[in-house]
């Protein structure tokens, strides 16, 4: 089924998100949130389209002065002969020279990771990535999250039953 944000055409994202590190806001506390470009080939899109990456082992960083998205999975698109690209390849984002110096700083600063959230279409089309400045957590904070998390569900069931 193909929610409100998300239009689907014979399996294809026109909108919407087309992978998501869900792992990453339970690993990490997420600070802020920047969203990039992305430098991709004609192939790598029409993978994206179907949905079919992962990003759960992606982190970003800089190189040469510029940041890039590393090992992002996108697989190889299958309806074409010339669509040979390597999958995990460290993929170029497209930021401001501002937004890249602020996010390496907050990086060698503070300790801090920038990790991949998900990769999404903008209205326009194009491929974008929204990364998340994060803390990673000790799992005594996981612990606590976990415990959090049941609470709230609990308490919306007892809710849900009382009336």
């Given amino acids: 089924m193909a929610d409100s944000k998300t239009k689907k055409k014979s399996g294809l994202i026109s909108h919407g998100v087309a992978a998501q590190n869900r792992k990453a806001r339970f ?6 949130t920047v969203e990039a470009g992305l430098v991709l080939k004609g192939a790598e899109v029409k993978s994206l ?11 970003a960083g800089e190189r040469d002065g510029e940041m890039y998205l ?5 697989p190889e698109y299958q309806g074409g002969v010339l669509s040979r690209f390597e999958p995990r390849a460290p993929r170029k984002l497209l930021l401001k020279r501002k937004q890249i110096g602020e996010l390496a ?6 300790g801090l990771t920038l990790v991949p959230l998900q990769i999404h279409f903008n209205d326009r089309g194009r491929a974008k990535v929204l990364l998340g400045l994060g803390e990673g957590r000790q799992k005594a904070d996981k612990r606590r999250a976990i415990a959090a998390r049941d609470w709230q ?7 849900r039953t009382r009336g």
């Fill in 27 to 32: 690993d990490y506390t997420i600070k802020s």
């Fill in 49 to 59: 389209r179907h949905g079919r990456a992962t990003l759960t082992e992606a982190w």
């Fill in 70 to 74: 590393f090992n992002a999975y996108i």
């Fill in 105 to 110: 700083g907050a990086v060698t600063r503070t």
């Fill in 153 to 159: 569900r609990d308490k919306a069931r007892l809710m």
